[in-house]
């Protein structure tokens, strides 16, 4: 229950003062290239629950590509994208699924559907966290296009060595978070410092 309060009114309060910010790169993504301003996207909520997930759009529409992961130089992410990416800020609108309860401010990625059923035994006890913006998992792989860039097979690397490594990470943080965690894992976050 503090939890959700402490995400609730930090949302909050995150949409309003980002509010400027987050109309100047509305409009930008808007004028620089065709299609909608926000990319929403199902994703495996708490409880195996689906929801959907609301990011500023940050690649070309109608991209032929089957892949859910993306690399740094990926032909499919717009110049803009690139630097929203880079900086996080496409990931500035789920503060809306925060307030809606569909997301915390910290816990694991939300995994698109296939992923979360690769998980088994004890691994499961991760749906039963909200999923988060941020969490140790996306602090240690901050630069992940980047790592999966320079792989001869991105893919088979993401599913070999990067997912395995960050269900070990939010099992760990399903054994061991609280307020003061997360607190710590924001500011983390927001100085770009490892956890």
Not at 3 to 22: H, T
Not at 66 to 84: C, E, H, M, P, Y
Not at 172 to 178: A, T
């Amino acid at each position: 229950m503090i939890k959700r309060v402490f995400d609730f009114s930090l949302a909050l309060f995150g949409l309003l003062f980002f509010s400027p910010l987050l109309l100047v790169f509305a409009v930008l993504i808007k004028l620089t290239s065709k299609g909608p301003i926000f990319f929403i996207q199902e994703r495996v909520g708490r409880n195996r629950i689906f929801f959907r997930m609301i990011k500023f759009r940050s690649m070309f529409v109608a991209q032929d590509s089957s892949s859910s992961i993306s690399v740094k130089g990926d032909i499919r992410i717009t110049k803009l994208g690139a630097v929203l990416r880079k900086y996080k800020v496409d990931e500035l609108p789920e503060l809306v699924n925060v307030l809606l309860g569909d997301m915390s401010l910290v816990g694991p990625r939300p995994d698109v559907p296939g992923y979360a059923d690769q998980l088994e035994g004890e691994q499961r006890k991760i749906l039963s966290l909200r999923p988060g913006i941020t969490g140790v998992a996306s602090l240690k792989y901050a630069n992940e296009e980047a790592i999966l860039a320079e792989q001869e097979d991105p893919v088979k690397y993401n599913n070999d060595i990067i997912y395995p490594d960050k269900v070990r990470l939010n099992l760990d943080y399903y054994y061991n978070n609280n307020l003061w965690v997360d607190i710590k894992i924001i500011f983390a976050t927001i100085f770009r410092r490892s956890y």
